[in-house]
């Protein structure tokens, strides 16, 4: 007997590890609601227009997101109804497209709502009051233009973050490059603050470069940081 119940037990288990408090005839149903919720997802997307994922911006996320849970819960638990979340998927996509009537017709509006494009580099110098205001870490910022074939900030006229979160570069021509800080990996590990010959250096915090005359103390005339390496003028490779 007590082998009986303890295999019963096992069972129980087994059935609330899989199924949860569900019976298995709910797979069928879980079928049937993921096909049709995919169905009017699917719909709705189309809907909402044609943008690949770095294209968005994060109010457009926060929308693909909402429209992700919505359509998700109904998929998965019996006490969710399909019809609530179709009612939400409509009022979601509806105060969509009324948000993007009120962007095409006000840009204080569109502004509040995507934010706006920020420079991150200015001929070759780094915007640090700019580059504060966003999300991104200098190592981050780094790596993004070393994929862009850039191992120095004096090969960048402008470097602009878009509301998208993607980073338009725009570069000085092979003969504008001028010295910069390199970003190559381990470049920082030399910086110094005591210059003891005169010569071209960069500022390892915001990027500002010039000639220097040897100083027991660096002072960077823009960030007033006081470490430097020396600047290079290396051209970008095409």
């Not at 017709?105 to 995507?114: G, L």
């Not at 570069?171 to 381990?186: C, K, N, Q, W």
Request: proline share 3%.
């Amino acid at each position: 007997m007590s082998l009986f119940l303890s295999s019963m037990d096992s069972v129980a288990v087994s059935h609330s590890l899989l199924m949860g408090d569900e019976p298995w005839r709910f797979l069928l149903q879980i079928m049937l609601r993921a096909t049709i919720m995919f169905i009017v997802v699917v719909i709705f997307m189309r809907v909402l227009g044609k943008r690949g994922v770095m294209q968005l911006s994060v109010f457009e996320l926060v929308i693909l997101l909402v429209l992700g849970s919505a359509a998700g819960d109904p998929m998965l638990y019996s006490e969710v109804g399909i019809l609530p979340a179709i009612t939400v998927l409509l009022m979601v996509v509806s105060l969509y497209r009324l948000v993007i009537y009120f962007l095409a017709k006000n840009r204080k509006f569109e502004v509040f709502i995507k934010g706006r494009p920020q420079y991150l580099i200015r001929n070759g110098v780094i915007c640090i009051e700019d580059f504060k205001k966003e999300p991104l870490a200098f190592d981050e910022f780094y790596a993004e233009l070393r994929m862009q074939n850039v191992s120095q900030l004096g090969q960048v006229k402008y470097a602009v973050i878009e509301t998208s979160g993607e980073i338009s570069l725009f570069f000085f021509t092979a003969d504008e490059v001028r010295y910069g800080l390199s970003i190559m990996p381990r470049a920082f590990d030399s910086k110094f603050s005591k210059i003891e010959t005169s010569g071209h250096y960069a500022c390892t915090y915001c990027g500002y470069t010039g000639i220097t005359e040897p100083v027991e103390t660096f002072t960077c005339p823009a960030c007033k940081q006081h470490y430097c390496i020396r600047a290079t003028n290396e051209q970008r490779a095409n």
